[in-house]
């Protein structure tokens, strides 16, 4: 369900938990790492031992998670407004699914062909792995994180949040349209109350052309894969997660369409010149519907 490609997909779901613009923050920073920085994670790697004992909170938070869609139609007494609130922060992936794209997509390049070949296939060096696993600690805390206890929590966290301390700031590789993609961004993050307001009107007016919302979607998902820029675009999703967190939008905007509307505009942004105008268009005419051009000329 979650990888780099359908980053929007991943966004979604960011996007309406509790602890979603964490992950995307620890993403993001993720997708800047080079291989000298994995010696400085690996050595904040914290014991085996005692992330076993993390872990198993984790197992059973993320089991909580999985059935908390199933609990809304079968829970007797759930009134019609706490069934909506369940639905709306309940995520279409999982944990594991977060966890497979950070190690197999976000951390692609510490994968190397096993030594001995044959059916072992690729693994990681030790440092690579130990990387890893700070960056999984990280993020599982924040997914989780009003199904775990605080005390798990900070213990899982703490490890990333010493090894940032020791990490060189790096800027984020937003594709050729960084300008006009960074433009929307901040212009997002700084929304005010009617800004809001226009931006969920114009996500209801738009629901009823979803269809041809998710074929230019996947036109310029496309367009995206195939001019190199799947790490661009996935930066710029999760900069949006963060972005609509900081601007207050309610969830119930988000899950309503809000996210779906802003989440196209970057993604036609980031393939503005290598998609056709159309597809352009749909994507980001409810956005300037709403909002004006400003932001993407």
């Known amino acids: 369900m979650y990888s780099l490609v359908s980053a929007p997909v991943l966004g979604f779901d960011l996007t309406r938990l509790h602890g979603g613009a964490a992950v995307a923050d620890v993403l993001v920073r993720a997708l800047t790492l080079t ?4 010696e400085i994670l690996a050595a904040a790697h914290a014991d085996d031992w005692d992330r076993l004992e993390l872990w198993q909170e984790v197992d059973v938070a993320a089991r909580k998670r999985g059935t908390a869609a199933a609990a809304v139609g079968t829970t007797d007494g759930m009134d019609l407004v706490g069934a909506l609130t369940v639905l709306e922060r309940t995520p279409l992936g999982t944990i594991d699914g977060l966890l497979h794209c950070l190690r197999h997509d976000v951390l692609d390049w510490t994968w190397r062909r096993h030594p001995s070949g044959g059916a072992t296939g690729s693994a990681q060096s030790p440092n690579a792995s130990r990387a890893a696993g700070v960056l999984c600690d990280a993020l599982a805390a924040a997914y989780l994180r009003e199904l775990l206890s605080d005390d798990t929590r900070r213990r899982l966290s703490a490890p990333w949040v010493a090894a940032v301390r020791q990490l060189p700031e790096r800027t984020t590789d937003l594709g050729p349209q960084a300008a006009a993609v960074t433009r929307l961004i901040e212009r997002v993050r700084t929304l005010g109350r009617p800004e809001i ?5 114009a996500a209801d007016q738009a629901r009823p052309g ?16 195939l001019s190199g820029r799947v790490r661009a675009a996935a930066v710029a999703q999760l900069d949006l997660v963060q972005a609509i967190d900081s601007a207050g939008i309610p969830v119930a905007g988000r899950a309503g369409g ?33 909002l004006g051009t400003a932001a993407v000329d």
């Open 35 to 38: 291989i000298d920085d994995l």
């Open 197 to 201: 307001d226009k931006l969920t009107a």
């Open 210 to 225: 979803i269809a041809t919302w998710a074929a230019s979607m996947h036109s310029a998902t496309w367009s995206v894969f």
């Open 258 to 290: 809000v996210w779906n509307l802003l989440s196209g505009a970057v993604q036609a942004l980031v393939a503005r010149d290598a998609v056709d105008a159309r597809t352009v268009h749909r994507l980001l005419d409810p956005y300037l519907t709403a």
